[in-house]
């Protein structure tokens, strides 16, 4: 069956660094996703991408955050210069040819900011 | 400001009992989605609705847009459904609930 991978599971990185979570979608999806889950907090919505842009975004998405599909297959969140507030799991999902159709999650990556 | 409410926060039951979760949300959507957290972490789409019911197996999905209110329910629960069941909305952008956190005894 079709899944959403994502690499690494786990990152841990020093205030400042720049990070680059990867995610693979399921390959006939169309609509990408990134959400974040902070230690005991709820999930919160991220970006949407669609058709090589973002579609849609939150506040918490500013100008330290960027999406790419840099190829036909990954698509990449970047943290610039990473904060200590941005420890969180990270989940990457796609759906297929409809918006916010149903979607499949990755497994997540767990990033630690020392 | 929470646009999605969950209620209750978290629910324990015996094996075999009907459960049922409920969601109310305050912005004009275009479809709701419940998904299961498993105690891992992982998440799973079960559904996404945008009017009336689905069922899938045990699990039961009912919206009222008018009444902007959203219920899930297990028929017969299984301690195999111990998870965190989650609402989210499509509104202006996506929003989530904080999660039911449900524990099934055998």
Redesign the interface.
Known sequence: EPEVTQTPSHQVTQMGQEVILRCVPISNHLYF?W?R?ILG?????LV?FYNNEIS???EIFDDQFSVERPDGSNFTLKIRSTKLEDSA?Y?C?SSDAVE??????G??TRLTVL | KNEVEQSPQNLTAQEGEFITINCSYSVGISALHWLQQHPGGGIVSLFMLSSGKKKHGRLIATINIQEKHSSLHITASHPRDSAVYICAVKGNQFYFGTGTSLTVIP
């Open positions: 996703y959400y889950q907090q709820k999930v919160e919505f949407s849609e975004k939150s799991m989940f999902a916010y159709n149903e979607q499949f999650f497994p997540g």
